[in-house]
T-cell receptor, first 117, second 115 residues
């Protein structure tokens, strides 16, 4: 079974609109962490946002917010006011276990977002 | 101020050769990783080191051998390169120790092409 599922291989969004990128996860651990990374066409992996399993508030970082629904095991990324520079691949990832030096992070297959002017 | 750096950025080589990729981080992190990203953009962990000690070793052919001379460096040596080794290899690091964000910060990647 996939630990991280991103069901949208590609998405389009109009500039200045908000967009939600879906991510569902599967784990039996109580302690885990969820991440989103952005990979532009230049290839680097850029950390966007983190949500811990015990965090009660949804994480926010500027225009990025993580819509964490624990019971549904979903961790969707919301990008508000899309910009042309947001066009990129977006990866959802999960760290299982309590962290420390033993963490293993599993990545989803990614969603390619294209922002249309 | 590069946080996680990798050399070389591009590597083109013939099948059967041996090559190394170097990684250094100046973030003071305890844990370092190697990932492989294939042509379909799928990112998979290969190895993880914590304070120079091997922690995670996924099912990677033993032609791949990581080496960590100190906690700021994690190198990847690949013997007898095969066509299927062509990919982008990312090094990453994270603080390690304790709970919390444990965010992994990635290097720029090394694009390996085996001919």
């Amino acid at each position: 079974a996939q630990k991280i599922t991103q069901t949208q291989p590609g998405m389009f969004v109009q500039e200045k609109e908000a967009v939600t990128l879906d991510c569902t996860y599967d784990t039996s651990d109580q302690s885990y962490g969820l991440f989103w990374y952005k990979q532009p066409s230049s290839g680097e992996m850029i950390f966007l946002i983190y949500q811990g399993s015990y965090d009660e508030q949804n994480a926010t970082e500027g225009r990025y917010s993580l819509n964490f629904q624990k019971a549904r095991k979903s961790a969707n990324l919301v990008i508000s006011a899309s910009q042309l520079g947001d066009s990129a691949m977006y990866f959802c990832a999960m760290r299982e276990g309590p962290g420390g030096g033993y963490q293993k992070v599993t990545f989803g297959t990614g969603t390619k977002l294209q922002v249309i002017p | 101020d590069t946080a996680v750096s990798q050399t070389p950025k591009y590597l083109v080589t013939q099948m059967g050769n041996d090559k190394s990729i170097k990684c250094e981080q100046n973030l003071g992190h305890d844990t370092m990783y190697w990932y492989k990203q294939d042509s379909k953009k799928f990112l998979k962990i290969m190895f993880s080191y914590n304070n120079k000690e091997l922690i995670i070793n996924e099912t990677v052919p033993n032609r791949f051998s990581p080496k960590s001379p100190d906690k700021a460096h994690l190198n990847l040596h690949i013997n007898s390169l095969e066509l299927g080794d062509s990919a982008v290899y990312f090094c990453a690091s994270s603080p390690g120790g304790g709970t919390g964000g444990e965010t992994q910060y990635f290097g720029p990647g090394t694009r390996l092409l085996v001919l």
